[in-house]
């Protein structure tokens, strides 16, 4: 087919309706002009396929099929060949099953842990969100599958998901929400965005313009399509206008009506509609292009990538020398999830699995078993806390599997806390408390409070791993595969410490990111606040030095790219991979910025006593913030130190540049405008500069005896705070010389 060819055939009749979908999960065809319809499924980390009826909530029967580790566990990896793995093997799935579209990667920041769909997403972090993202859309792409990155934006809580505003400021947009999606449009070229339900700052993503087209289109090149979270849509008409051009779930009522009657009443223009529809023709003639009629899958590699990739996700968090189990040490499981793991998460990502395997399964007789707690439950049940503390006596070890059971997070509703259900702290206790040789295997997409932490002697947090979680448990428990995972968010100590607390879920539908851009490790580490566990933490059973950080220049501008490079050794006495991070600090700046911010990241598979060699190459985007004033990223020139660290509190090797910025910002001068702030534009300084030469007043050592010892420093602080309207009332010039000077520095 030829999508431009196609368009020109069109009735205007026929084009409005396309711009609906034909079924839950169709768009709809045009057999007139022979144009199929294609399928799009619900992912992200599996195929929910749905052949009876459609629902968006996660309900109805699907296919059986492969559930492969959710988002939080997969960012856990830092390793983006883990996301290329999944995405290949679910493009492929997808062509075996004749999906043309795949709704995944969520990209949305956990900004609380109570959201309750925090388990879809990947990080509190944008770079690391937006890095695992592209990765994926890139692979699944390559197999000629669709991605649909979702849910832009700011859909960041279940709380009146579908109907409130959630309102932030310009600077925290740019810095922390959209840059995931930045970077799977630039980056990974996703062929479609869909938009969120919610309002930002007043205006549903669904009608945005701002959003759909002037950042989307405009400033960041998606050349794709956008369709609405499913029955996102709001004035359909003012959508097209915006930038939306696929109304989801549609159906026989969606008939394109109102687009028609804009179209016909002259609201809205025809060659909007076309643009939709040139957007989604193209979709379908791509589909069509790559699709593959004779492509298999074979769900039994799948499932053996599920297992790995689990491996590969979780994160050992404490470790006193307990793990790797021991061969031949009689070990105990503890808990009803190493019978029945929670792997995934309730909603539309839910996958239909036939058979999830779990640790207990995977060990058999090797170990005591006891129940522990009724996971449908958070009250003690005596019966089986008696049972768990007998098992907890007779074993040398002991392994508790906890972690929130289903009802405690899901899609359409937050955690009403962070903590896990009281039986199972009280399980732990008590078992730890009976056997010092305790580990805790922790289960759920979101950090929770571990208020038995310092009992433990390890800690292994699997998040929702997928389907093979169990034997992927056992393969790190045994020391068959080595911990390589780092926590892709802060875990606080207590809900109170984290920056959205008082305004986590908002009031009357409408959330206030009042913290700005101070979310996640960007607040703890600049309020250098207590956590459990920071921010890209995660242990190992070997250990890791890095040496010779070197840079290939020391001073640049932002224009230029900054080569950094790091030897990274294995030092312990078997194989493992690191997860080497780059942070960025800005020395000096004059607005607020968090102390460092992860700027890149790899992830190194080294055999004891080997080195290798780790390049990052930086450009402008590591350094800048952004600044509303020239609505972009901007550089403020100074010194830059860039740090590589096992985890942002644990800095191992840093060095120092100087980075020019090339923007000048430039701002309108008023009376009220201070000398400080006229500093800062490219002609008020020069001014300034020129009157100080200019000054006659008192002389440094009069100024010394009248002001006292830091004289220089507080007159020159006074001075900056002077409004320019000062200057006439200080009498150093009339009101109508200094209106001139503020329109000629304007002009
Ligand atoms: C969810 C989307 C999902 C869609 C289709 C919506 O309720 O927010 O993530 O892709 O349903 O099931």
């Known amino acids: ?411 359409g509703a937050d955690r009403e806390h962070m903590r896990l259900p009281d039986n199972q702290n009280e399980l732990i206790a008590a078992v730890a408390a009976a056997n010092p040789n305790t580990v805790v295997v922790l289960h759920g997409g979101s950090p929770m409070e571990l208020l038995w932490l310092g009992q433990v002697g390890a800690l292994l947090c699997m998040y929702l791993g997928g389907e093979q979680v169990g034997p992927a448990t056992v393969d790190l428990l045994y020391g068959k595969v080595n911990p390589s995972g780092h926590l892709a968010e802060t875990w606080p100590i207590r809900l109170q410490d984290n920056p959205s607390y008082l305004n986590f879920p908002g009031e009357d539908g409408v959330v206030t990111y009042a913290e700005g851009i101070f979310v996640g490790y960007r607040y703890y580490d600049k309020k250098e606040m207590p956590v459990n566990f920071p921010f890209g933490h995660g242990l190992s059973y070997t250990g890791f030095a890095y040496s010779n950080l070197t840079v290939d220049k020391e001073k640049l501008t932002d224009r230029e790219t900054l080569t950094v490079s790091v030897d990274v050794t294995n030092t312990g006495a078997v194989a493992g991979k690191a997860a080497v991070q780059l942070y960025v600090r800005d020395v000096k700046s004059t607005v607020r910025r968090p102390l460092r911010e992860l700027r890149d990241f790899s992830k190194v598979e080294l055999e004891p006593g080997k080195t290798r060699t780790v390049s990052f190459t930086l450009d402008k985007r590591a350094f800048a913030y952004y600044e509303p004033k020239v609505h972009d990223f901007f550089v403020e020139s100074g010194e830059f130190v860039v740090e590589i660290g096992e985890n942002c509190r644990d800095i191992r090797l840093s060095t120092s540049v100087q980075v020019e910025g090339t923007t000048v910002v430039s701002f309108t001068i008023t009376e009220t405008t201070t000398i400080g702030q006229l500093m800062k534009h490219p002609k008020g300084a020069a001014f300034i500069r020129q009157m100080l030469q200019k000054s006659d007043g008192p002389s440094d050592a009069a100024q010394a005896e009248a002001m006292g010892e830091g004289s220089e420093k507080i007159m020159q602080s006074m001075m900056f705070e002077m409004p320019l309207g000062s200057l006439v009332s200080y009498g150093r010039m009339t009101s109508k010389q200094l209106k001139g000077l503020i329109a000629s520095l304007n002009a």
């Open 1 to 411: 087919m030829n999508a431009e060819q196609i368009l020109k055939e069109m009735t205007l009749e026929e084009k409005a309706a396309f711009c609906s979908g034909r079924d839950f999960w169709h768009t709809k065809a045009i057999e007139r002009l022979g144009i199929p319809s294609v399928m799009m499924c619900d992912g992200p980390h599996g195929l929910r396929k749905q052949e009876g009826e459609g629902d968006h909530l996660g309900i109805n029967k699907s296919i059986e099929t492969v559930c492969y580790p959710t988002a939080a566990a997969l960012a856990s990896s830092f390793d983006r060949s883990v996301m290329h793995r999944l995405g290949e093997a679910l493009g492929q799935e997808c062509q075996a099953e004749n999906v043309a579209m795949l709704l995944g990667p969520g990209l949305n920041i956990k900004r609380s842990p109570l959201c309750g769909r925090n388990f879809e997403y990947f990080s509190e972090d944008p770079f690391l969100a937006g890095e695992m993202g592209a990765a994926y859309v890139k692979a699944l792409q390559s197999r000629g599958i669709a991605a649909c990155a979702k849910h832009f934006a700011c859909n960041d809580q279940e709380t009146r998901r579908m109907s409130g505003s959630s309102d932030l400021d310009e600077r925290t947009l740019f810095e922390i929400y959209l840059p995931a999606f930045e970077a799977v449009v630039r980056k990974g070229r996703t062929r479609s965005i869909m938009c969120a339900y919610n309002a930002i700052n007043g205006e549903f993503c669904a009608e945005n313009r701002m959003l759909l087209t002037e950042i989307l289109r405009e400033k960041w090149g998606f050349d794709g399509f956008v369709v609405t979270d499913w029955g996102a849509v709001k004035g359909r008409a003012k959508g097209v206008a915006s930038g939306l051009d696929l109304e989801m779930p549609g159906g026989p009522t969606a008939t394109g009506e109102e687009i028609l009657e804009a179209v016909q009443g002259g609201t809205l223009s025809e060659a909007d509609l076309d643009k939709a529809v040139l957007n989604l023709l193209r979709f379908v003639e791509t589909a069509l292009e790559k699709r593959e009629d004779n492509a298999a899958i074979d769900r039994n590699a799948c499932r053996k990538l599920a297992r790995e990739l689990a491996g590969e996700c979780a994160v050992l968090m404490k470790n006193e020398g307990i793990l790797p189990l021991k061969e031949g040490r009689t070990v105990a499981f503890i808990g009803e999830f190493a019978d029945k793991p929670r792997y995934q998460g309730a909603g539309s990502s839910h996958i239909n699995v036939p058979h999830p395997v779990s640790a207990l399964e995977t060990v058999g007789d090797a170990v005591i078993y006891a129940r522990g707690y009724d996971a449908h439950s958070d009250k003690t049940d005596a019966a089986l806390l008696a049972e768990a503390m007998k098992a907890a006596k007779e074993a040398e070890n002991v392994v508790i599997f906890a972690g929130l059971p289903d009802a405690f997070e899901s899609e």
